[in-house]
């Protein structure tokens, strides 16, 4: 599965066209900073609140979901229920867990993100990874079925059990946010964590919201210089996974990506190099992105065709350094070129 949330960098870099600048005639307010450790960029008509009024709103989003969430802060609810020193749930956590499930559930056992203790040994989690980790001894605590929620609580069939929710709690704390102007009363908005967005209407032109789609060669750490396809969007969210940033070669040379099988324990290498998915929530299109990458192609063009209503756009590797793409009829609707 993919854990690169927390990073400045995502798989694919997602870029604003035409959405930065004020319109004189449109009271769009405009807030850039950080959160959840990587960019922050929100455009919105809010109504009757100051630019710092909605930048202390943002953060105080920012802090709560890190508090819940986060598996870099030792002191989350997340980090004291994977350490057993809690078992009392709250509603962000219920959430993305019931998310979660549904998606393991689509993805036949490739999505589940109780992958914490190999995503940890493989170096993905914030931690020195281990050479030659026993992966059959630690999918032993890895599986859906192991943990489940009753009446707010954390329930483990082991207490080695732990959650990992980098791979859909980005996308959840967007609508989070989305949440959140649509109270101050916009109407129109985009807001961006690291990549990850969620917008309706158009932006301060009078547009619809335009996003670009990065090449995914190995190591591209551009910001948008190499764009594969541009999108336009009025409403929904959009994710992308991908696995050409955050990987290493291990001893033997061979390449080692932050996608991990949790059947397997191993990490997914395929010919799919990136997955973007527009979906009516971010916490969706986070989640099905990193479904579509631990399937690999084959499986993920197949589980693609059966799900019209989701946007799908796959870029995978060809013959001779070629890339391939795969547009779904919902998502070709989007493309500008």
């Not at 001894?137 to 980098?166: C, M, T, W």
Request: with cysteine.
């Amino acid at each position: 599965m993919k854990f690169l949330r927390h990073t400045l960098f995502t798989c694919v870099c997602l870029l604003l066209f035409g959405s930065c600048n004020q319109s004189a005639t449109t009271p769009y307010l405009v807030v850039d900073g950080t959160m959840l450790g990587t960019t922050l960029h929100l455009v919105a008509d809010v109504r009757n609140i100051s630019q710092q009024e909605l930048y202390r709103a943002v953060m105080e989003v920012d802090r709560e979901a890190k508090a819940s969430m986060s598996i870099f802060d030792p002191s989350s609810l997340l980090s004291r229920l994977n350490r057993n020193e809690t078992d009392s749930t709250d509603h962000h956590i219920s959430f993305c867990l019931h998310l979660a499930d549904s998606i393991g559930t689509l993805s036949r056992g490739c999505y589940d993100v109780t992958v914490k203790p190999l995503v940890e040994a493989l170096g993905f989690a914030g931690k020195k990874r281990i050479e030659r980790p026993n992966i059959d001894s630690l999918l032993a605590f890895v599986g859906r079925e192991k943990v489940r929620i009753e009446n707010g609580r954390l329930i483990k069939s082991d207490p080695r059990v732990q959650l990992d929710f980098n791979s859909i709690a980005k996308g959840y704390t967007v609508d989070l946010l989305a949440h959140l102007v649509e109270q101050f009363g916009a109407e129109n908005y985009l807001i961006d964590i690291g990549g990850e967005i969620r917008c309706q209407g158009v932006n301060p032109h009078g547009e619809g919201w335009r996003v670009g789609i990065e090449t995914p060669f190995d190591g591209n750490m551009t910001n948008g210089e190499y764009l594969q396809k541009r999108l336009q969007l009025s409403e929904g969210a959009l994710a992308t996974s991908g696995n050409y940033r955050r990987f290493y070669l291990d001893a033997e040379g061979r390449k080692v990506a932050h996608t991990i099988d949790p059947r397997t324990g191993k990490s997914v290498i395929s010919r799919l190099l990136s997955a973007t998915v527009v979906a009516p929530t971010c916490a969706e299109a986070d989640a099905l992105g990193t479904m579509f990458m631990a399937m690999g192609a084959e499986a993920a063009l197949e589980a693609a065709r059966h799900m019209p209503q989701i946007g799908v756009y796959f870029i995978l590797a060809g013959e001779n350094d070629t890339f391939e793409e795969y547009i779904s009829p919902a998502m070709s609707k989007l493309v500008l070129d």
